[in-house]
């Protein structure tokens, strides 16, 4: 029999604690964006490939070279979701959200597709969890935005040095004035640079500055940074959230020391849309950025709705599970076996009950199999905990509660008889297992 294996470039999470990283990743940075007011969309994985190569732009590598493009029965041309922005603002002008000047901010949680080269921290399928906010266009939100960023590297308890890169790429006229001036330097030195970058230089000139030659880097850092190019305008929002920036995030607690700002003036990021300032949060244990985004002021109208501002940034799940310093419980808490002779109703609805009612994830095990084995189980699970009941126990008017951890174990109380035996025995084992 053939033996299947996983498509190149995607990732299983599905031992104990990969998945139980994964999901506290998700639950802390969903819960952050809850407390900022954000509330969850949920947007489609396929599109029509128009849509991203109208946002994305046409000439970008992900476009151009990455995206998964197929017909469906109908010959329609659709795309797999390379990222989850162009996505949210097709639905929110779809489904007319953006009228009347208003104000939203939503999240969203799910799989991109791009068809890069695999290593390590870069995938085919990989997730992200991103927000984006309509409406305000103040440097105040791209402050805020940065901010809420650091704060999920903070909650995440992110191991390794990060540097939050900054830079501003500037209005459409920002940004064609200084491609012409960059695209003149790169004709004048044709001859001293890689074959990508001429081929970038006509079709996505910015996107040099992105070529991992050290001799075209060389070249590149005698041309003047696009931040010192921005009109008026774009220049002094610029100042004000570099300046921001720097205020808001530096003295974020939890993060390492080492943890870094710096204004990287050749931050042009791989998207077209962008409008102004943008960032990424980088850790190169995690393989790159971590986070990424920025401002886009246009994509909205351009994708046929209301001309509204917008700003937002999206996290790699793979990346920050690789920096999350996790000292999370396991699924599940608590592992209840059941002895023949168990009061089983009672231990059932009693305990187990109140347990989950107190917020403890219990798992039971009825099965007729020895005790040994049912340990086994549970040890295999890294549960911590686990409650033991038969006959004897049944007799004595008590439960056994073990740690699995260091092998103690002690015996508490069923309390049956007492005036509220059985709410002091429940809050016994809640002291016990560290949940009170
Ligand atoms: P992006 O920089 O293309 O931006 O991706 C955002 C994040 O997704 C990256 O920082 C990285 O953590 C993760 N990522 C990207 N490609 C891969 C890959 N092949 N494997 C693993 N992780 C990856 C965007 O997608 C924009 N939509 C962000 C945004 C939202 N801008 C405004 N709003």
Same mark, same amino acid.
């Given at each position: 029999m053939k033996d299947f294996k996983a498509v190149r470039g995607v990732k299983d999470i599905v031992t104990y604690e990969e998945a139980a990283k994964w999901s506290a990743v998700i639950k802390k940075v969903e819960s952050l964006f809850e407390s900022y007011g954000y509330r969850k969309t949920f947007i489609p994985v396929i599109e029509h490939a128009e849509l991203f190569s109208r946002s994305i732009g046409e000439e970008t590598d992900i476009v151009s070279k990455e995206m998964y493009i197929f017909k469906d029965r109908k010959g329609r041309e659709l795309a797999l979701r390379p990222e989850g922005t162009a996505g949210v603002v097709r639905a929110m002008v779809e489904n007319k959200m953006?009228?009347?000047n208003i104000r939203e901010k939503v999240s969203y949680f799910g799989p991109m597709f791009r068809y890069e080269r695999p290593q390590a921290g870069r995938y085919r399928q990989f997730y992200q969890l991103g927000c984006e906010v309509f409406g305000p266009a103040s440097p105040m939100q791209d402050i805020e935005i940065v901010k809420m960023a650091v704060e999920a590297m903070s909650a995440l308890n992110a191991q390794g040095c990060l540097t939050l890169k900054i830079n501003s790429v500037g209005c459409d006229d920002c940004k064609k004035k200084y491609t012409q001036k960059v695209r003149k330097f790169l004709k004048e030195k044709a001859k001293d640079l890689c074959g990508d970058c001429n081929i970038r230089?006509?079709?996505?000139?910015?996107?040099?500055?992105?070529?991992?030659e050290s001799s075209c880097q060389e070249l590149y850092r005698d041309i003047e940074p696009l931040s010192k190019n921005l009109c008026g305008k774009c220049d002094s929002y610029w100042k004000a959230y570099a300046e921001g920036v720097n205020k808001e995030t530096r003295?974020?607690? &939890? =993060?390492?020391?080492d943890f870094k700002i710096i204004?990287?003036?050749?931050?042009?990021? &791989? =998207?077209?849309?962008?409008?102004g300032p943008v960032f990424e949060i980088e850790s190169k244990s995690a393989g790159g950025a971590v986070i990424a985004g920025g401002r886009y002021d246009k994509l909205v109208k351009q994708l046929g709705g209301p001309d509204t501002p917008a700003c937002g940034w999206a996290m790699g799940v793979e990346r920050a599970a690789s920096l999350y310093g996790y000292k999370g419980t396991n699924i599940p808490e608590l592992y209840v076996i059941y002895l023949k002779g168990a009061d089983e109703r009672w231990l059932s609805e009693t305990v187990v009950g109140g347990l989950r009612d107190n917020g403890v994830s219990v798992e039971e095990d009825k099965e007729d199999i020895p005790v040994g084995k049912k340990l086994k189980i549970a040890d295999r699970k890294n549960v911590n905990w686990v409650i033991i009941m038969g006959e004897e126990e049944k007799k004595k008017g008590i439960l056994v509660l073990k740690n699995l951890g260091d092998g103690s174990q002690i015996d508490i109380n069923?309390?049956?008889?007492?005036?509220d035996g059985t709410g002091k025995m429940i809050r016994e084992i809640l002291e016990k297992i560290g949940k009170r």
């Open positions: 953006l009228q009347g230089m006509d079709a996505n000139t910015l996107r040099v500055f992105d070529c991992k003295y974020i607690t &939890g =993060l390492n020391p204004t990287d003036d050749y931050l042009v990021r &791989g =998207l077209d849309y962008y409008t069923t309390g049956k008889c007492a005036e």
